[in-house]
């Protein structure tokens, strides 16, 4: 590594040697306008990675919303996303279900892809292997519905590129712990 | 009690509800209805600036020399962009303040209206919080939350903004209660073990520093008395950053002055060779580590701090304690007191040796001179000649500014208002203003620049306006000091527009804003004309001109580390450009 990239001003030289880490993080907040834009706007203004991010209204009469997060960095970065996340004022709660072990994840893909003859039929077979769901076909297509880890939706969508993949629609990963506790 | 009202109503009565005296700002469409009734009413006084940006500034020196909270009301649109630059600087400085900004009607919002931006969005990165008020039923409550979340936690800037017709509307009026925030709720106790743990560490300590900042001043005048009182027991040594300056008394015999880019050689030295680092209500700002992988190698790091986002960042902390300085400062005490420790007193010595050595270096030495005026000097005796007054100093930024912090010493807390993490050029002149209102028969100096108090200059008129006597020293060198040191450092001397050709007659133009302008050009005529300046009982603009190509040292070059400082005996003062690495130039 040159000296360039040391000094000041740089988050911290010690964990940018450390590996990164995916951590799902589940933000528990307030139903409010602009809520979204300010967990956002910190992660595109304090640099850190948004690798998934769903978001929707989960207690309507308490009127909170769920974020899930999916993002990697440093354990030391990972750290800073947490704190920053904790002190905006409309947040209740911060939980990194990957430190608190293997996190449940969901994610909810759509894969429509076209083609005719053996290509179609070999789709249709891998389909079943992955139990996606046809939710709308014609002779030259199909929409697969497919849902399962990120990984797993991503080894179906690599599969499905040479049998003619046309488009995919991802929903990005909603998470939650194991376990009989909340977050 | 609760009671229906318009919705400017609200405001008003919310403020007066939270004991606000002033408001500084600026009149427009969107915030008529609410000039409306500041007008019919006589509690809260309104203080007219000249320019948004000035209402801001005036608001948190008013915040930060008071401990109260600055409220600013401004219009919509460009009185809301106006307000960004002080927003900025109030969260980067952790000064409470609630803005009010009017917005255009609702039904409008989205439309291009005249005189509309999209406040909330604008300033969301740059408050602490942001609320844009849609129902006049949610006026009074998020009134009396934004006055909550301001002061609660690490302080911050609140903006709400209130679309014309709100204001118009008929609501009902709630005063405040005693607020338990649905979400927000600061842990203002550190932990019991963490501050136990701490107390152990620097018993055991035998090269210990405490190292505070601003934190230990917002946390209220008991927690500067607390720092005073663990010094006192333990015996360690203290440096401050800029915004702490104060909160230990510059004449205490454990005083190192300040630390950082422009800190003492004591204090960084001993930063850098510590074995205990207490961190109290400070964060590590890149001027303060200089190079982080040199920065304090062989120590073990205490960090008291209210923000957890602060602990950590840029070093980690090896004992960190979420808390308020003030409340941690206290249980540190009793701690201490309970267990009345064993230090080890001949170690303790040793360091104190040590740091003795390090002071004979003398780093703030400069060569005086009885043809020009020292700027050092010129502070110098600008300390001498008011240290028995009930001073207040602003500041603007740059060289001026870090001369000001060597060499003005501070005895008590709230006595510095500077721009410390932002670094705006303009503050201290309307922070001046703001710091005046909040204390109408103090002495109150912006020691400037000439470049900085150029850009917020209107703020003479608000000064007449009000017979708010504020004193402008500008230490007048006709550069943009700071720009010119660091072209001399890392650009080959080559001064690309860091010279002001054609400066106003600062004389000339504090007569036109109908204050008193002075004028010093040598040594021997300064404390006089000083003295008539502190005597004027009117805005004074004071035209000191100093040495203009006098450089800022002690200085460690960006990306250095501690131990590597430019003394300022051992620089011609003509090439310092060769100090600087590769590394050290791509900072700012």
Known sequence: MSKMEWGPGMPSEEPQKEKDERHAIAVLVDNEPGVLARVIGLFSGRGYNIDSLTVTEVSHEANESRITIVTHGSPAIIEQIKSQLGRLVPVHAVTDLTIKGDPIERELALVKVAGKGEKRVESLRLAEAFRAQVVDATTDHFVFEITGRTSKIENFINLMKPLGLVEVARTGAAAIARGPEPM | ?588
């Open chain 2, 1 to 588: 009690m609760a009671r229906a009202m318009t919705g400017a109503e609200i405001v008003l009565q919310a403020l007066a509800d939270q004991g606000v005296e002033v408001i500084f700002g600026y009149p427009g469409g969107a915030v008529l209805p609410l000039y409306d009734e500041i007008f019919k009413q006589t509690g809260i006084k309104h203080i007219l600036v000249r320019h948004e940006q000035g209402a801001v500034h005036a608001a948190e020196g008013y915040a930060r020399s008071s401990g109260k909270v600055g409220v600013v009301l401004v219009t919509s649109g460009p009185g809301a962009t106006n307000a960004v630059t002080g927003l900025t600087d109030a969260l980067m400085d952790s000064i409470p303040l609630v803005c009010i900004t009017g917005q255009v009607s609702t039904a409008l919002i989205g439309s291009d209206a005249f005189q509309e931006c999209d406040t909330v969005g604008i300033t969301r990165p740059c408050t602490k919080h942001n609320y844009l008020v849609k129902d006049v039923n949610d006026l009074a409550r998020i009134m009396h939350e934004a006055f909550y979340v301001a002061q609660n936690g690490r302080p911050g800037p609140v903006l709400v903004d209130i679309p014309k017709d709100v204001q118009f509307a008929k609501g009902t009026y709630a005063g405040p209660s005693k607020i338990v925030h649905k979400t927000y709720r600061p842990q203002v106790k550190g932990s019991a073990q963490a501050i136990r743990d701490a107390v152990d560490l620097m018993a055991s300590a035998k090269k210990p520093i405490f190292y505070t900042g601003g934190g230990v001043i917002n946390s209220g005048r008991n927690a500067s008395k607390l720092l005073r009182e663990l010094a006192d027991l333990t015996g360690f040594p203290v440096t401050s950053t800029l915004m702490g300056l104060g909160a230990f008394p510059a004449s205490s015999t454990q005083w190192l002055g300040m630390l950082g880019m422009h800190g003492t050689y004591e204090a960084n030295l001993a930063m850098h060779d510590c074995d205990v680092m207490i961190c109290v209500g400070a964060r590590f700002d890149d001027r303060i580590t200089g190079r982080l992988n040199a920065f304090s190698p062989g120590s073990k790091k205490i960090h008291i701090d209210i923000d957890p986002s602060s602990i950590s960042k840029n070093v980690r902390a090896d004992i960190p304690i979420i808390g308020d300085c003030g409340y941690v400062l206290e249980e540190m005490v009793r701690v201490w007191r309970a267990r009345a420790p064993q230090v080890d007193k001949r170690a303790l010595k040793a360091w104190w040796a040590q740091i003795g050595t390090w002071r004979e270096r003398d780093c703030l030495k400069y060569k005086n001179r009885d043809d020009v005026i020292m700027p050092q000097y010129a502070i110098q005796r600008l300390y001498e000649l008011t240290k028995n007054r009930d001073t207040y100093i602003t500041t603007e930024v740059g060289q001026h500014q870090m001369w000001a912090a060597q060499f003005y010493k501070f005895e008590e807390p709230n006595r510095l208002m500077t721009s410390g993490g932002l670094g705006t050029m303009g503050y201290g002149l309307p922070a001046a203003v703001g710091v005046q209102v909040a204390h109408p028969e103090s002495l109150v100096i912006d020691i400037a620049g000439e470049s900085s108090v150029m850009m917020t200059m209107q703020e003479m008129s608000t000064a007449a306006q009000y017979d708010l006597p504020i004193k402008i020293f500008i230490l007048n060198n006709e550069y943009m000091g700071m720009v010119r040191q660091w072209q001399e450092l890392l650009h080959g001397g080559r001064y690309s527009h860091s010279y002001a050709e054609a400066l106003p007659d600062f004389v000339k133009l504090a007569e036109a804003y109908h204050g008193v302008g002075l004028r010093a050009d040598k040594p021997d005529e300064l404390d006089d004309l000083i003295v008539q300046m502190i005597e004027t009982p009117k805005p004074v603009i004071f035209d000191c001109r100093v040495s203009k190509l006098a450089n800022c040292f002690p200085m460690i070059p960006s990306g250095e580390a501690h131990n590597n400082m430019i003394m300022g005996d051992e620089m011609a003062g003509e090439d310092i450009s060769f100090e600087v690495s590769d590394a050290g130039k791509v900072m700012v």
